[in-house]
């Protein structure tokens, strides 16, 4: 079964084996070792679970971040990243120095879970009450980009964020560019899910005098704060902000 590499400390807690050991039965890394992998379904509620493509992509362009997550020597590890939607694959990155990032990047199965919530569902018990959300999780396995597909996928990942910002300043030197982990996850049909929920609260099935209904929430962009830098050299508010947070404002 191919592991990730191991190094630093990782490797001094659990050197390579010299031994060989060949078993009858079939290996246990199903999805893992060159298997199959397994199709994801939905088992707690399906009825909310969509396999509508363009309702994925609306998700991933509309969250700017979410949790990948693996395991690294033996034990759980999840971190939140930013990531932008490539077409059929999602872009993230990190510093090369982070050991436990590099062996997602060597091939570790990797879930990135993403979740936007639309509102809360007042009904009229707390055990009735409910949210109303679109949440994604996506398995795979991460690639590792190479230089000419790093640099785009950097620059596709700064204009995610704040559009027309690449065109501002200067451009990433070969010491940045180096020092960053640039990686895709590619969006597989069978290998990730979807789950949504939208409307009000059910008729109550009692009497009751409580008010229900739904309290709606939205990402909403604040006024710039420049830095004292910007203040200092008195930098007027450029373009991509400005377009930045009006985008976040409707």
């Given at each position: 079964?191919?592991r990730?590499?191991r190094?630093?400390?990782?490797?001094?807690?659990?050197?390579?084996?010299?031994?060989?050991?060949?078993?009858?039965?079939?290996?246990?890394?199903?999805?893992?070792?060159?298997?199959?992998?397994?199709?994801?379904?939905?088992?707690?509620?399906?009825?909310?679970?969509?396999?509508?493509?363009?309702?994925?992509?609306?998700?991933?362009?509309?969250?700017?971040?979410?949790?990948?997550?693996?395991?690294?020597?033996?034990?759980?590890?999840?971190?939140?990243?930013?990531?932008?939607?490539?077409?059929?694959?999602?872009?993230?990155?990190?510093?090369?120095?982070?050991?436990?990032?590099?062996?997602?990047?060597?091939?570790?199965?990797a879930?990135l879970?993403?979740?936007?919530?639309?509102?809360?569902?007042?009904?009229?018990?707390?055990?009735?009450?409910?949210?109303?959300?679109?949440?994604?999780?996506?398995?795979?396995?991460?690639?590792?980009?190479?230089?000419?597909?790093?640099?785009?996928?950097?620059?596709v990942?700064?204009?995610?964020?704040?559009?027309?910002?690449?065109?501002?300043?200067?451009?990433?030197?070969?010491?940045?560019?180096?020092?960053?982990?640039?990686?895709?996850?590619?969006?597989?049909?069978?290998?990730?899910?979807?789950?949504?929920?939208?409307?009000?609260?059910?008729?109550?099935?009692?009497?009751?005098?409580?008010w229900?209904?739904?309290?709606?929430?939205?990402?909403?962009?604040?006024?710039?704060?420049?830095a004292?830098?910007?203040?200092?050299?008195?930098?007027?508010?450029?373009?991509?902000?400005?377009?930045?947070?009006?985008?976040?404002?409707?």
């Amino acid at each position: 079964m191919p592991r990730p590499t191991r190094t630093g400390d990782a490797l001094r807690r659990h050197p390579a084996s010299t031994e060989r050991i060949v078993r009858d039965e079939p290996c246990p890394g199903r999805g893992y070792a060159g298997g199959a992998a397994p199709v994801q379904r939905l088992t707690r509620k399906p009825e909310r679970g969509t396999a509508d493509r363009a309702a994925l992509d609306a998700l991933l362009d509309d969250v700017l971040a979410g949790t990948l997550a693996t395991v690294v020597d033996g034990r759980p590890w999840c971190v939140p990243m930013l990531f932008a939607r490539d077409g059929d694959r999602v872009l993230l990155h990190g510093s090369t120095g982070a050991g436990a990032l590099r062996q997602v990047a060597a091939g570790a199965p990797a879930a990135l879970t993403v979740v936007a919530v639309d509102g809360l569902v007042v009904a009229h018990t707390t055990f009735e009450s409910s949210a109303n959300y679109r949440s994604a999780v996506l398995h795979g396995e991460l690639v590792t980009l190479d230089d000419a597909d790093r640099e785009r996928a950097l620059d596709v990942l700064s204009e995610r964020l704040v559009p027309g910002r690449t065109g501002e300043v200067r451009p990433m030197t070969r010491r940045e560019q180096v020092a960053t982990l640039a990686m895709a996850l590619p969006i597989t049909d069978g290998r990730w899910v979807l789950k949504a929920r939208s409307g009000g609260p059910g008729e109550p099935d009692e009497e009751t005098t409580a008010w229900t209904g739904v309290v709606p929430f939205r990402t909403v962009a604040g006024d710039p704060e420049p830095a004292p830098h910007a203040l200092a050299t008195g930098a007027p508010v450029p373009a991509s902000v400005t377009g930045l947070v009006e985008r976040w404002r409707r």
